[in-house]
């Protein structure tokens, strides 16, 4: 496979990636608009909740997350404009800026939201307290993602298709 092929592959991974990914997060906020705390006396209904959430977000969104970052990347060091779009320099600054955004969603999904998560769904050991506490995190850190999500989409879009509009 030439780098050529490889970038239209890199492409096609990244958009597909990017779906599924930033489209879990408006399906999260879209199924469960606002945070209900559970009740810390009902441990009843609070496992079923977390049973719940364990079987609609097992983990292929947080991989999208990484082949979204790889292959976008990939693409950049292709074009030649790695180094200019990090460093947000000149015509890349746009689309930099959308990275940048996008490694901090990236970062926050796998070192402030997963780390939490676990212990939520129960593959961490964790108290019922620790859990209801951890629970108000990941709802916290999922809408944080969200709402990044429309600067970094539409930064990374312009700056690549419109550079010169800024």
Not at 55 to 65: K, L, V
Not at 98 to 112: D, E, H, K, R, Y
Not at 124 to 130: C, F, R
Not at 154 to 163: D, K, N, S, T, V
Request: hydrophobic share 50%; proline share 4%; charged share 10%.
């Amino acid at each position: 496979m030439t780098l050529a092929e490889l970038d239209v592959v890199a492409r096609w991974l990244h958009v597909l990636a990017l779906l599924v990914w930033i489209g879990h997060n408006y399906a999260n906020v879209i199924q469960r608009p606002r945070y209900r705390p559970v009740d810390p006396l009902d441990t009843a209904a609070t496992e079923a909740l977390f049973m719940q959430a364990a079987q609609r977000e097992h983990g292929t969104f947080r991989y999208a997350s990484l082949v979204v970052v790889a292959s976008g990347l990939y693409m950049l060091w292709y074009r030649g404009i790695l180094g200019a779009t990090l460093s947000l320099s000149g015509q890349s600054a746009v689309l930099g800026l959308g990275v940048w955004i996008g490694l901090l969603m990236t970062a926050n999904l796998w070192f402030v939201l997963w780390p939490h998560q676990k212990k939520v769904l129960g593959f961490v050991p964790a108290s019922h307290a620790e859990r209801v506490r951890c629970s108000r995190i990941t709802f916290l850190s999922s809408r944080t993602n969200t709402i990044l999500s429309f600067p970094a989409v539409f930064l990374m879009i312009a700056g690549a298709h419109a550079p010169t509009s800024f």
